[in-house]
Nanobody, 114 residues
Framework: QAQVQESGGGLVQAGGSLRLSCAAS????????MGWHRQAPGKQRELVAA???????DYADSVKGRFTISRDNAKNTVYLQMNSLKPEDTAVYYC????????WGQGTQVTVSS
């Protein structure tokens, strides 16, 4: 069973919305920060948004005002609501959970057509 599992990716037109979900296994103890990163073809993986167990958030400048990260600590789950999507948001989105060490999901593809 995957320690971290993403869902919710897909194909959407520019201006549309998607919601990503990520569930971390309950076997991961004391998760602090959870977050979303993305990697477009030919580019390095970059931070999109992160949230601590206390609710503090951090966003990449390119997504501020369009994306919202939230989490349910009781369910070890983090969400990424993506609105006003742009073609440049196209990438594989990876979830991470920090609990003793960093755990990564397998990634989910988000494709935004123009």
């Amino acid at each position: 069973q995957a320690q971290v599992q993403e869902s919710g990716g897909g194909l959407v037109q520019a201006g549309g919305s998607l919601r990503l979900s990520c569930a971390a296994s309950t076997s991961i103890v004391s998760i602090n920060a959870m977050g979303w990163h993305r990697q477009a073809p030919g580019k390095q993986r970059e931070l999109v948004a992160a949230i601590t167990s206390g609710g503090s958030t951090d966003y990449a400048d390119s997504v501020k005002g369009r994306f919202t990260i939230s989490r349910d600590n009781a369910k070890n789950t983090v969400y990424l609501q993506m609105n006003s999507l742009k073609p440049e948001d196209t990438a594989v989105y990876y979830c991470r959970a920090d609990g003793g060490r960093r755990y990564w999901g397998q990634g989910t593809q988000v494709t935004v057509s123009s």
